[in-house]
């Protein structure tokens, strides 16, 4: 478990220097954007002035086209800024109400960014609360199942050599072993699936960690589509504009 642990924490941390990293290069650029767009407008003059001699006007202006204004570049590290504040707090398993707000208002026509209002209200669990509160379930969980399941005859029925059904107990302790270790290696929604394998009055002691876990799961999905486009997205147009 600690090494599925390390390797969960290292993905995340690798995602989160991957984000600092394209910020960085923004600010590194934006430094120097504006001494590069003085001397790219000076380029288009000259260029509109010999277009115009030669009939090839159009030339400059798709050069102009070309070039993302300082504005652009300013918004795109308020962006990463925005979205990286509101994760910051997500993570922490507190509401973000204010942190999406603050990055629905630099995007306001994105329904990706609008649609986290609801978990933002009241945020969702840490991924070390989950499993805190897994334990808990399962202890009950358990306990349930081996109490439905003895008639004063589990001894005997333990002790055969040869028993090929498999118990009640059994089974949901097989399937909470599976959660454990989904939820150990950060797969929120693969322990949810395996304890909706759990039936019966076992079931219920997972009731409450099943709906918080779908949060957790709900929101760690929307913000990793978030970082995707976003993120993704501004690597990209780095990209096009190096190559």
Do not use: C
Not at 114 to 143: C, Y
């Amino acid at each position: 478990r600690v090494d599925t642990l390390n390797e969960a924490n290292t993905r995340l941390t690798e995602a989160l220097n991957k984000r600092q990293a394209a910020l960085s290069a923004l600010e590194t650029g934006l430094e120097s954007l504006s001494t590069d767009m003085e001397a790219i407008r000076g380029r288009v003059v000259a260029d509109q002035r010999i277009g115009e001699g030669l009939g090839i006007v159009r030339r400059s202006a798709a050069l102009s086209a070309m070039v993302r204004p300082p504005e652009f570049a300013a918004e795109e590290s308020k962006t990463i800024r925005a979205l990286s504040s509101l994760e910051t707090v997500a993570q922490r398993g507190v509401p973000f109400l204010p942190q999406q707000r603050v990055l629905a208002s630099l995007l306001p026509q994105d329904s990706g960014v609008a649609d986290l209002q609801d978990l933002a209200r009241s945020g969702a669990p840490t991924a070390e609360a989950l499993r805190r509160d897994f334990n808990v379930a399962a202890r009950d969980a358990e306990r349930i199942a081996a109490e439905r399941t003895d008639d004063g005859w589990n001894w005997l029925r333990s002790s055969a050599p040869n028993a090929s059904a498999r118990s009640a107990n059994n089974e949901t302790a097989d399937l909470i072993a599976d959660a454990r270790r989904a939820l150990d290696v950060g797969d929120t929604r693969g322990a949810v699936e395996y304890i909706d394998g759990i039936t019966g009055a076992p079931a219920k002691a997972f009731r409450i960690w099943r709906d918080q876990a779908l949060r957790r799961a709900e929101l760690d999905q929307r913000l990793h589509t978030l970082n995707q486009r976003l993120v993704g997205a501004i690597d990209r147009l780095d990209a096009g504009k190096d190559s």
